[in-house]
């Protein structure tokens, strides 16, 4: 079945450093990629999404590139705040089956000032 | 566009009663899905509607729990006899058939005591 793995946490930078979160698939078919967010006592928000291979997604700052090679989506910002600390889920879509999303574990990301 | 909303925030209950959830989504939208977080877990996807129909049910947990979207709008997920692993945050999101992007709630948390 699908599956997604994602860096174990916590993950601890300083502020203006920069940000790799490794997230690896198992899928069937092309899916679609995924990064979710979730601020502490909040609800998890969409960040950032790629369709198909070669596909970037972007959003505040943060890239993605969906790599059907090496069945990778990593997570990269050039320089993180500290208002970045939160949990970050990659997550795939592929439509085979259940239809539902398949998270990663969730990585927690501490910035220091 | 309020969001999904998702009530109550908190629930807590004695092993055995019976508990329900109801989520509103994005009032546009028509697919409506039921995810479950345990701690230090991403979402594990349950179950989910196109307009009132279910179209997947096996991935619920067991068969203590139900879910129902009568008129195709708000939904709501029932856990009969609850146990204490039942304990988590319970998650509703909502998207327009044929994308892929889906947007969450803030959750339900379940203590079960």
Redesign the interface.
């Known amino acids: 079945g699908d599956s997604v793995t994602q860096m174990e946490g916590p993950v601890t930078l300083s502020e203006e450093a920069f940000l790799t979160i490794n997230c690896t698939y198992t899928a069937t078919g092309y899916p679609s990629l995924f990064w979710y967010v979730q601020y502490p006592g909040e609800g998890l928000q969409l960040l950032l999404k790629a369709t198909k291979a070669d596909d970037k997604g972007s959003n505040k700052g943060f890239e993605a590139t969906y790599r059907k090679e090496t069945t990778s989506f990593h997570l990269e910002k050039g320089s993180v705040q500290v208002s970045d600390s939160a949990v970050y889920f990659c997550a795939l879509y592929s439509g085979g089956g259940a239809d539902g999303l398949t998270f990663g574990k969730g990585t927690h990301l501490i910035i220091q000032p | 566009d309020t969001g ?1 909303s998702q009530d109550p925030r908190h629930k807590i209950t004695k092993r055995g009663q019976n508990v329900t959830f109801r989520c509103d989504p994005i009032s546009e939208h028509n697919r409506l ?1 039921w ?1 479950r977080q345990t701690l ?7 179950t ?1 509607f196109q307009n009132e129909a279910q ?2 049910k ?2 619920l947990l067991s068969d203590r729990f139900s879910a129902e979207r009568p008129k195709g709008s708000f939904s709501t997920l029932e856990i009969q006899r609850t146990e204490q692993g039942d304990s988590a945050m319970y ?1 509703c ?1 909502s998207s327009f058939a044929q994308k ?8 339900t948390r379940l203590t079960v005591t």
């Open positions: 999904v899905y995810y230090g877990q991403g979402p594990e996807f349950l989910y179209l997947e096996s991935r998650l999101a892929y992007e889906q947007y969450f709630g803030p959750g």
